[in-house]
């Protein structure tokens, strides 16, 4: 079955970097697209960046654009989101997502930026 494992989240002060990582099993990983999404308290979940599934094609939410790069390792089953110059508005849950006939989430990883 599939599964999407996040990690790399943590605590952060703001202009921080956080490197976020998921492994991805029970599918062909190379060939679907992979995306990025999160969750702030009290807000809807949002797509923070996708990527096509041999890297040749990207976008990202305007809020992150020029901050956060997402990439991913057909070799290692693993998708990316490093993210750079983080501010408070970035704090939320961040889920690694693939829609594979329906939409398969992992169970999220908590970035929290805060001085």
């Known amino acids: 079955q599939v599964q999407l494992v996040e990690s790399g989240g943590g605590l952060v002060k703001p202009g921080g970097s956080l490197r976020l990582s998921c492994s991805a099993s029970g599918f062909t990983f190379s060939t679907y697209p992979m995306s990025w999404y999160r969750r702030a308290p009290g807000k809807e979940r949002e797509l923070v960046a996708s990527?096509?599934?041999?890297?040749?094609?990207?976008n990202y939410a305007a809020s992150v654009k020029g901050r956060f790069t997402i990439s991913r390792d057909n070799g290692k089953n693993t998708v990316y989101l490093q993210m750079n110059s983080l501010e408070p508005e970035d704090t939320a849950v961040y889920y690694c997502?693939?829609?594979?006939?329906?939409?398969?989430w992992g169970q999220g990883t908590q970035v929290t930026v805060s001085s």
């Open positions: 990527i096509s599934s041999f890297s040749d094609g990207t």
């Open positions: 997502n693939v829609f594979r006939t329906t939409d398969y």
